[in-house]
């Protein structure tokens, strides 16, 4: 049971567009969700996160949407760069549940010149 | 600062054996938690400890167990294994909550 969804598996944009990723889930107990990246040989690194107490969060070219009555989040890079790609998951979790997080399966960005 | 490191890289064993995969975390971190990651399947939370503490568990089978030593290192042990345990193991560790949880480079398992 796939509790945290991203149904596209790769997604490819122009440099200096907006690149849209999104991500669905199920659990109505996450009550918040986390963004990471991550290029190959490396661990997933964190980007940008949002509690379900908000819809919106903000840090630089990154902007996370939260849409709870549709359990849907995405992630807006704006403008995308070459180094923005990479593989992007989504995460949730439920406060007070330690750092245990469900992830999406990821989303392949490809920024191209 | 250091980040998390694991060790090995690199594995190679055969269906049936066991590994011993580590993972240390950032100095000062006490939260250090386990996942495996396969393609299609994402990242899939395996166990976290906490101050030698299991504190959450996923849903694998109790082949997959792990420990925490008092200077936070960590270990996850995998028992008998299966060829569909050959994955990308990766620990985090965390000062506080997940929004400071730091990944490390991961353990690839190739199980034969």
């Known amino acids: 049971d796939q509790q945290v969804k991203q149904n596209s598996p790769s997604l490819s944009v122009q440099e200096g567009r907006i690149s849209i990723l999104n991500c669905d889930y199920t659990?109505?107990?996450?009550?918040?969700f986390l963004w990471y990246k991550k290029y190959p040989a490396e661990g997933p690194t964190f980007l940008i996160s949002?509690?379900?107490?908000?819809d919106k969060n903000e840090d630089g070219r990154f902007t996370v949407f939260l849409n709870k009555s549709a359990k849907h989040l995405s992630l807006h890079i704006v403008p995308s760069q070459p180094g923005d790609s990479a593989v992007y998951f989504c995460?949730?979790?439920?406060?007070?549940?330690?750092?245990?997080?469900?992830f999406g399966t990821g989303t392949q960005l490809k920024v191209e010149l | 600062k250091a980040g998390v490191t694991q060790t090995p890289r690199y594995l190679i064993k055969t269906r049936g054996q066991q590994v011993t995969l580590s993972c240390s975390p950032i100095?000062?971190?006490?939260?250090v938690s386990w996942y495996q990651q396969t393609p299609g399947q994402g990242l899939q939370f395996l166990f976290e400890?906490?101050?030698?503490?299991?504190?959450n568990k996923g849903n694998f089978p109790g082949r997959f167990s792990g420990r925490q030593f008092s200077n936070s290192r960590s270990e996850m042990n995998v028992s008998t294994l299966e060829l569909g345990d050959s994955a990308l193991y990766l620990c985090?560790?965390?000062?506080?909550?997940?929004?400071?949880?730091?990944f490390g480079p991961g353990t690839r398992l190739t199980v034969l």
């Open positions: 659990n109505s107990m996450f009550d918040y």
């Open positions: 400890y906490f101050s030698e503490t299991q504190r």
């Open positions: 949002i509690s379900s107490i908000k």
């Open positions: 100095s000062g971190h006490r939260s």
């Open positions: 985090a560790s965390s000062l506080r909550g997940p929004d400071t949880q730091y």
């Open positions: 995460a949730a979790g439920v406060t007070g549940g330690g750092n245990k997080l469900t």
